[in-house]
């Protein structure tokens, strides 16, 4: 049985004074019991929550981390042995941002992955097709490559401890949702390329979706067999939104 997994990723977003309101709307949340919940707040504000938090059951995570495991020379990065001193528990590798407005390659991001795992973190793996991609028909060959390569360089082993998202390109921040059925078919080619190496692996992975997720789509999009919960950006700034996707995971 996977634990369904809510993960909020506040982005390149918040001030001191607005994520403390967040902090404050986010104690006040009821949380199903049978829910993890984690938020991903930028760098410079994991501190203020993981302080903010103490005591509530929500983990906190980072959006990025360095290639190098380690602190040392490496101006303007973040290690994963920094996160996980700070208190984070958890980092996105791939987010499509990252990939289409830096550039991150595959190579780099296993990288990270393996970086990130060195130090405890469990790293949350985002993959995602452009809409160009998918009017083409190339959706699971672009998906089947980004998790590939990761399971190329570091073996589906690496999975033991990790978590998927599915985060069509088209649909993140954009208000365009896929289809529970459009994103379940995603869901069970993942699955099934990590079964393909490791059936038991590819049972207990969680594989998230994301893209416009909302309190009103949530509960079909969380209902499908291979959907286990969601990795949420805009409506995770809104504490009372982000609790209704939380309790909609938890049905
Ligand atoms: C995201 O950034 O990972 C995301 C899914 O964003 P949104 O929910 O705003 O589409």
Redesign the pocket.
């Known amino acids: 049985m996977r634990r369904p997994l809510v993960a909020g990723?506040w982005?390149m977003h918040g001030t001191r004074a607005s994520v403390a309101e967040l902090i404050k709307g986010l104690r006040q949340l009821a949380l199903p019991s049978g829910v993890e919940v984690a938020v991903l707040p930028p760098c410079l504000y994991i501190n203020q929550v993981v302080t903010g938090l103490e005591g509530k059951a929500i983990a906190v995570g980072a959006q990025n981390c360095a290639v190098e495991p380690m602190q040392g020379a490496l101006t303007g990065e973040i290690s994963p042995s920094q996160l996980a001193d700070a208190g984070c528990s958890l980092v996105l590798v791939g987010?499509?941002?990252r990939r289409l407005v830096l550039g991150e390659r595959d190579d780099v991001l296993s990288r990270k992955f393996a970086a990130a795992q060195s130090c405890g973190l469990v790293p949350l793996l985002?993959v995602g097709e452009t809409l160009e991609q998918r009017q083409a028909g190339r959706t699971l060959e672009v998906v089947a490559g980004q998790l590939g390569s990761v399971i190329e360089e570091l073996g589906a082993g690496a999975f033991a401890k990790a978590v998927v998202?599915y985060?069509p390109v088209w649909?993140?921040?954009?208000g365009l949702t896929a289809t529970p059925q459009q994103a379940q078919e995603v869901h069970a080619a993942i699955r099934a390329q990590l079964s393909a190496e490791n059936a038991e692996i590819a049972r207990g992975v969680r594989i998230l979706y994301?893209?416009?997720?909302k309190a009103a789509n949530a509960v079909e999009l969380f209902g499908m067999p291979d959907i286990d919960g969601?990795?949420?950006?805009?409506?995770?700034l809104n504490a009372d939104e982000f609790g209704a996707i939380c309790r909609a995971a938890g049905n």
């Open positions: 990723n982005k987010h499509s941002e985002c998202a985060e649909a993140i921040g954009t994301g893209g416009s997720v969601g990795l949420i950006g805009g409506a995770s």
